[in-house]
């Protein structure tokens, strides 16, 4: 069972930059397809993007495509998103999570663990 522990999160001004991290510990990080969702205020949590097992497959929302980037440290164990030019709308807490299978999928449901989450606010 993986515990995923995600930071990063922050004040920024719009068109701004954030990195998230996001370090995995407790299982075998490559056997997990590993995502990041966001929840913005008063809605519900949304995929933002996601990584194979190896990295070398990643899918965008369309929201964010070009904007964000995610990648995966399987030697370290780690995950990220890099987060270019932020919108008052990318204002979220962002999570985590982690999936054991071999396909990326959009779905909050497909994701048995989970981080705590980090806040991101963009302010215009």
């Known amino acids: 069972q993986v515990q995923l522990v995600e930071s990063g999160g922050g004040l920024v001004q719009a068109g701004g930059s954030l990195r998230l991290s996001c370090a995995a510990s407790?299982?075998?990080?490559?056997?997990?397809?590993m995502a990041w969702f966001r929840q913005p205020p008063g809605k519900e949590r949304e995929f933002v993007a996601a990584?194979?097992?190896?990295?070398?497959?990643?899918n965008y929302a369309a929201s964010v495509k070009g904007r964000f980037t995610i990648s995966r440290d399987n030697g370290k164990n780690m995950v990220y998103l890099q987060m270019n030019s932020l919108h008052p709308a990318d204002t979220a807490v962002y999570y985590c999570?982690?999936?054991?299978?071999?396909?990326?999928?959009?779905?909050?449901?497909?994701?048995?663990?989970w981080g705590q989450g980090t806040q991101v606010t963009v302010s215009s």
């Open positions: 999570a982690a999936r054991n299978a071999v396909s990326l999928s959009y779905y909050r449901s497909d994701y048995a663990y």
């Open positions: 407790g299982g075998t990080f490559t056997a997990y397809v």
């Open positions: 990584s194979s097992r190896g990295g070398y497959t990643t």
